[in-house]
């Protein structure tokens, strides 16, 4: 499967922001999917998941409460909706797609599939 992060950008401190990734090439209900952050000099960190339905979602830590992943099965895409966005939420933002968990679906080994990233800067 393809996939093509879009929707990031320069963004104040407090504001938001909504990713998208848009998968192609295969069933896209057959895959879980993730988003995935790094920032300059930081390892590559868990933002969100969702079950193959969408009927299940996790979320990293310092992402609770202000970021909410959803997928639409028809279109293909999977959604990050970031609200109240912190100078430390910049860094590029991944999306991934896979079929198996491999120790949690919080794990990057979970995922086989990648997009090429979108960049996300907050000013403060």
């Known amino acids: 499967v393809q996939l093509q992060a879009s929707g990031g950008g320069l963004v104040q401190a407090g504001g938001s922001l909504r990713l998208s990734c848009a998968a192609s090439g295969r069933t896209f209900s057959n895959y879980h999917m993730g988003w995935f952050r790094q920032a300059p000099g930081k390892e590559r960190e868990f933002a969100a998941a969702i079950s193959r339905s969408g009927g299940v979602t996790y979320y990293g830590d310092s992402m609770k409460g202000r970021f909410t992943i959803s997928r639409d099965n028809a279109k293909n895409t999977v959604y990050l909706q970031m609200n109240s966005l912190k100078a430390e939420d910049t860094a590029v933002y991944y999306c991934?797609?896979?079929?198996?968990?491999?120790?949690?679906?919080?794990?990057?080994?979970?995922?086989?599939?990648w997009g090429q990233g979108t960049q996300v800067t907050v000013s403060s």
């Open positions: 991934a797609a896979g079929t198996q968990v491999v120790s949690s679906i919080r794990s990057p080994f979970s995922y086989a599939f």
